[in-house]
Protein backbone atom coordinates (compact mmCIF):
# COMPACT_ATOMS: atom_id res chain seq x y z
CA UNK A 1 0.00 0.00 0.00
CA UNK A 2 1.03 3.31 -0.74
CA UNK A 3 1.66 5.22 1.94
CA UNK A 4 3.17 9.20 2.72
CA UNK A 5 4.53 9.53 6.64
CA UNK A 6 5.24 12.94 7.51
CA UNK A 7 7.45 14.05 10.61
CA UNK A 8 9.66 16.74 12.33
CA UNK A 9 7.32 19.09 13.21
CA UNK A 10 7.84 20.50 16.48
CA UNK A 11 6.68 23.36 18.97
CA UNK A 12 9.01 26.27 18.33
CA UNK A 13 9.81 29.95 19.18
CA UNK A 14 9.31 32.50 16.02
CA UNK A 15 12.93 32.83 14.35
CA UNK A 16 13.28 29.05 14.77
CA UNK A 17 14.02 26.57 12.48
CA UNK A 18 12.82 22.95 12.01
CA UNK A 19 13.23 20.39 8.77
CA UNK A 20 10.67 18.20 8.40
CA UNK A 21 10.79 14.89 6.36
CA UNK A 22 8.40 12.78 3.83
CA UNK A 23 9.10 8.97 3.34
CA UNK A 24 7.40 7.34 0.71
CA UNK A 25 6.60 4.16 1.36
CA UNK A 26 5.63 1.97 -1.45
CA UNK A 27 5.94 4.44 -4.04
CA UNK A 28 9.34 6.20 -5.83
CA UNK A 29 8.53 10.25 -4.83
CA UNK A 30 12.19 11.36 -6.45
CA UNK A 31 11.26 11.85 -9.55
CA UNK A 32 7.60 13.16 -9.64
CA UNK A 33 5.72 16.33 -8.74
CA UNK A 34 5.71 16.21 -5.46
CA UNK A 35 4.94 19.23 -2.78
CA UNK A 36 4.51 20.50 0.74
CA UNK A 37 1.33 21.55 1.99
CA UNK A 38 -0.20 23.48 5.34
CA UNK A 39 -3.70 23.60 7.20
CA UNK A 40 -4.04 26.03 9.88
CA UNK A 41 -7.44 26.12 11.60
CA UNK A 42 -10.13 28.52 9.51
CA UNK A 43 -7.61 28.25 6.76
CA UNK A 44 -7.79 25.59 3.35
CA UNK A 45 -5.01 23.49 2.71
CA UNK A 46 -2.69 25.09 0.77
CA UNK A 47 0.66 24.55 -1.33
CA UNK A 48 3.66 26.18 0.42
CA UNK A 49 6.59 24.32 -1.53
CA UNK A 50 6.41 22.22 -4.76
CA UNK A 51 9.14 20.15 -7.04
CA UNK A 52 6.83 21.00 -10.27
CA UNK A 53 7.12 17.88 -13.52
CA UNK A 54 10.11 20.61 -14.44
CA UNK A 55 11.75 19.14 -11.14
CA UNK A 56 12.11 22.90 -10.44
CA UNK A 57 10.91 24.45 -6.69
CA UNK A 58 8.54 26.86 -6.34
CA UNK A 59 7.30 28.56 -3.08
CA UNK A 60 4.33 30.52 -1.74
CA UNK A 61 5.33 33.95 -1.49
CA UNK A 62 5.15 34.08 1.82
CA UNK A 63 7.80 31.65 2.58
CA UNK A 64 10.23 32.48 -0.49
CA UNK A 65 13.72 33.13 0.88
CA UNK A 66 12.75 31.14 4.59
CA UNK A 67 11.60 27.74 3.20
CA UNK A 68 13.95 24.75 0.96
CA UNK A 69 12.60 21.99 -0.03
CA UNK A 70 14.79 19.10 -1.18
CA UNK A 71 15.06 15.42 -1.79
CA UNK A 72 17.24 12.41 -1.08
CA UNK A 73 16.73 9.61 -3.58
CA UNK A 74 18.73 7.39 -1.52
CA UNK A 75 16.43 7.28 1.00
CA UNK A 76 13.22 8.05 -0.57
CA UNK A 77 12.26 11.32 1.40
CA UNK A 78 11.63 15.02 0.89
CA UNK A 79 12.21 17.58 3.17
CA UNK A 80 11.54 21.04 3.79
CA UNK A 81 13.76 22.71 5.56
CA UNK A 82 11.73 26.23 7.64
CA UNK A 83 13.91 29.21 8.52
CA UNK A 84 12.76 31.72 10.34
CA UNK A 85 9.13 30.68 11.60
CA UNK A 86 6.67 33.24 12.71
CA UNK A 87 3.28 31.96 13.82
CA UNK A 88 1.89 32.51 10.95
CA UNK A 89 3.44 29.26 9.75
CA UNK A 90 1.70 27.36 12.54
CA UNK A 91 -0.47 24.58 10.79
CA UNK A 92 -0.27 20.97 10.09
CA UNK A 93 2.17 20.08 7.67
CA UNK A 94 1.60 17.29 5.06
CA UNK A 95 3.25 15.92 1.83
CA UNK A 96 1.77 14.68 -1.33
CA UNK A 97 2.29 14.80 -5.29
CA UNK A 98 1.63 12.74 -8.24
CA UNK A 99 1.60 9.30 -6.61
CA UNK A 100 -0.44 7.58 -9.83
CA UNK A 101 1.35 8.79 -12.77
CA UNK A 102 -0.74 11.17 -13.87
CA UNK A 103 1.46 13.53 -15.02
CA UNK A 104 0.58 16.32 -13.25
CA UNK A 105 0.22 18.07 -9.96
CA UNK A 106 -3.24 17.69 -9.26
CA UNK A 107 -5.63 20.34 -6.74
CA UNK A 108 -5.59 19.56 -3.34
CA UNK A 109 -9.54 18.76 -3.56
CA UNK A 110 -8.34 15.71 -5.87
CA UNK A 111 -5.60 13.54 -4.03
CA UNK A 112 -7.67 10.43 -3.21
CA UNK A 113 -5.63 10.43 0.51
CA UNK A 114 -3.26 11.97 2.59
CA UNK A 115 -1.03 10.95 5.27
CA UNK A 116 -1.25 11.97 9.02
CA UNK A 117 0.92 14.98 8.32
CA UNK A 118 3.21 16.76 11.46
CA UNK A 119 2.40 19.79 13.31
CA UNK A 120 4.31 22.88 13.42
CA UNK A 121 3.61 25.35 16.55
CA UNK A 122 5.16 28.84 16.39
CA UNK A 123 5.12 30.71 19.47
CA UNK A 124 6.62 32.80 21.92
Known amino acids: QVQLVESGGDSVRPGGSLRLSCVGVGIDITQNAMGWYREAPGNRRELVAV???????HYLDSVKGRFTISRDNNKNTMYLQMNNLTPEDTAVYFC??????????????????WGQGTQVTVSS
Open 51 to 57: FNTDGAP
Open 96 to 113: NGDLDGWGYLPRVADFRS
